[in-house]
């Protein structure tokens, strides 16, 4: 199970921002296709699902969810455990859930080509859908759901919003402290685009604390809610490299967008950000 703390999150408490909220409420509202969350492992993604599960239940709206395991149940919502040895996986479960028509549908993880499939049968036949998928930034996760084999079609078709997160620990704000910017710490923000003060907030300790410099955990976001200029791009079949470009022009913000605010204003450290974005390169940040 997770931790109580984790998943009792509301949307405005994750960390997205006011357009961040505002993209999470306009799909809400009535948006329909995908919301996809990807991320890599314990990047906070189920969290994210959970706090709008808790606002799809707050709008009487008729949720069924699939999940592999159930990791917190919540009153109002009939969620269902992927059970392998009796023959229910994603996919199959999905298909049971398409049979009763729910407002929403949640899918724990698409991992499999045949989740996909399913996935996209139902987007496609006008049902909303959320789910997570691992990926490393939102770009790379068109490539993830072409990976698995939906069409450029089906993508531009169902896909409505993609965020990618990350976890990272929040600075403790009885102790944290400035100090000057490490040379190899202003070498990584500038071959990202970014010019740092001379100092940063970084970890120090306290009784507060338990002397760990931290408190508490955060997302860093990276929210693309697809335009229809970006389902013409995908549509022509466009590569990462030139939906980054054409996003970049339409002043799409990055994860290190979100991660450089949070730094700046001393929510959390550039150490957290550099551990929690180890894998992406430099490349992927460009804009
Ligand atoms: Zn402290």
Redesign the pocket.
Same mark, same amino acid.
């Given at each position: 199970m997770l931790d109580p703390d984790r998943v009792t999150h509301r949307i405005q408490d994750l960390g997205v921002g006011a357009e961040g909220l505002q993209h999470f409420r306009e799909w809400l509202d009535g948006l329909t296709g995908m919301f996809l969350v990807s991320g890599s492992t314990s990047s906070g993604k189920t969290t994210t699902l959970y706090a709008l599960l808790h606002e799809l239940v707050e709008r009487k709206q008729h949720v069924l969810t699939i999940e592999d395991p159930v990791e917190y149940e919540i009153d109002g919502i009939n969620q269902i455990q992927v059970d392998r040895e009796h023959g229910l996986d994603f996919a199959s479960g999905l298909k049971s859930m398409l049979r009763l028509d729910p407002d929403y549908m949640m899918v724990g993880e698409l991992r499999d080509p045949e989740a996909v499939e399913v996935a996209a049968r139902a987007a496609t036949s006008g049902h909303t859908l959320l789910s997570t998928i691992h990926a490393r930034d939102a770009v790379s996760t068109v490539t993830a759901l072409r990976n698995y084999g939906m069409t450029a079609n089906e993508i531009a078709v169902t896909v409505s919003v993609i965020v990618n997160q990350r976890l990272v620990r929040k600075l +403790?704000? #009885? +102790?944290?402290e400035k100090e000057a910017i490490r040379d190899d710490d202003r070498a990584w923000l500038e071959q990202r685009g970014i010019r740092p003060h001379r100092e940063l907030w970084t970890a /120090?300790? +306290?009784?507060? +604390?338990l #002397?760990?410099?931290? /408190?508490a955990r955060t997302g860093i976001f990276e929210i693309w809610r697809l335009s229809s200029t970006d389902y013409d791009m995908l549509l022509s079949g466009a590569d990462e490299r030139n939906i980054r470009r054409l996003l970049a022009q339409h002043h799409h913000e990055p994860l290190v967008t979100d991660a450089w605010e949070k730094v700046e204003s001393g929510i959390t450290s550039l150490s957290e950000v550099r551990r929690a974005t180890g894998a992406l390169r430099a490349d992927d940040w460009q804009t």
């Open positions: +403790c704000v #009885h +102790c944290r /120090s300790g +306290c009784k507060e +604390c #002397h760990t410099g931290y /408190s």
